[in-house]
């Protein structure tokens, strides 16, 4: 059993090579690997798609995304070549509008993780990192100090969108909506900042944020909404569950406490549980319902972000309960290969696209930590055979359009090195 399960440690990182080797063959320095076409994906040069490039900037997103992963997976030659390469050749000062959320937590949260997996690598092997000097820690705080000026508002929850060159543009500031997710999912990375430097504007934005947002709850439901005005805090969408738009709110206000030691934000994360596990869940399902009629529905699927959910109430102590719906997300994938990025209340899929999220995996790795259960390895191992059968391709891992058909999207997000992959290992590597 020891040399299955290290055969499968294995198997992790040579999946999170083969992606890695392929977007610095392929894609780098641009900010994503085009997985099918064998090139990298460049805003203002790629054809757009939207909003969905929003999360790019020119600044090697994947790169930075994955500086930590290489670290965890012993990979100290390429990680001190990584840091090299973004030090020496990223730059912020471009003219792109970008999303808050996401410059947040893939590239100043990668860039605060690769400053302290440095400064870790350095203090391990006095050999290593002699020309490291706290750089990613000033380019974190370069990408900080351009995300300020979103904070700007009469409520101060930030923006969905800035400039990075220009910051708050006229038009950006006509935006009047965001989601909860959006303005509560600064806390962890801007308070590591701000500890790390001394310097507390980081924190005090980030913090004001989440209080504004915990003073929106519904008084006697204690549930959220989805959307709200950035400006007045009136909510525009109250739909209230623990899925996209809504999901790494109720995320960071128990890590807050966790990282920070803050009870506030414990208690708050209590309230919240209490009320998602009154209203919200049904057996192992997860209903969204209208948070000042938390008795009604509004809708008749799960979308794939719900899979948090289980990891959290792992860290939360409430294992039981984690395993019931990690259970309920596993017959998903059972029956569609992977988890659609929605599926409705009897498993069918409603939209059937899946992008190599990590949320499931995340869940996975830590009921493996809290029960040492091998069911979990076997979950693991089977997610893993699914992703080398039917998205691996030449040049790295393809979304996927539709499971249904199993066509596949010139796509591979940046979380697909920098958590999917990391925590398929990880599960693996406890396990010897």
Known sequence: MRSTKKALKQQAYEMFMHGYRSYMDYAYPADELMPLSCKGRVRGVTPSRGDVDDSLGNFSLTLID????????????????????????????????????????????????????????KGKFPDRMKNYNGQLLKMAVDVGDRLLPAFNTSSGLPF?????????????????DTCTACGGTMLLEMAALSRLTGNPVY??????????????????????????????????????????????????????????GDRNYLERFNRHYDAIM???????????????????????FMDSLLAFWPGLQVLKGDVPQAIEMHEMLFQVIQKHKFLPEAFTHDFQVHWGEHPLRPEF????????????????????????????????????????????????EDQMESFVLSETFKYLYMIFRRAI
């Open 66 to 121: 994955a500086l930590d992963t290489l670290v965890v997976l012993s990979e100290f030659d390429e990680f001190e070549k990584a840091v090299d390469l973004i030090i020496n050749n990223v730059r912020f000062d471009s003219d792109h509008v970008v999303s808050v959320f996401e410059t947040n937590i893939r590239v100043l949260g990668g860039l605060v993780s690769g400053h302290l997996m440095s400064e870790l690598v």
């Open 160 to 176: 969905s969108r800035i400039n990075l060159r220009y910051g708050m543009l006229e038009h950006l500031k006509r935006q009047r």
């Open 203 to 260: 924190e005090l934005k980030a913090r004001k944020a989440m209080d504004f947002l915990w003073a929106q709850r519904h008084r006697s439901s204690d549930l959220m909404g989805t959307v709200l005005n950035v400006h007045s805090g009136d909510w525009v969408r109250r739909e209230s569950g623990i899925g996209a738009g809504i999901d790494s709110y109720y995320e960071y206000c128990l890590k807050a406490y966790i990282l920070l």
């Open 278 to 300: 009154r209203y919200v869940n049904k057996g192992p399902l997860f209903v969204d319902v209208h948070m000042h009629r938390p008795t009604v529905a509004t809708r008749g």
């Open 361 to 408: 995996v995340e869940s996975t790795y830590f009921l493996y930590r809290a029960t040492r259960d091998p069911h979990y390895l076997e979950v693991a191992k089977q997610v893993m055979d699914s992703i080398n059968e039917y998205v691996r391709v030449p040049c790295g891992f393809a979304s996927i359009k539709d499971v249904r058909t199993m066509s596949k």
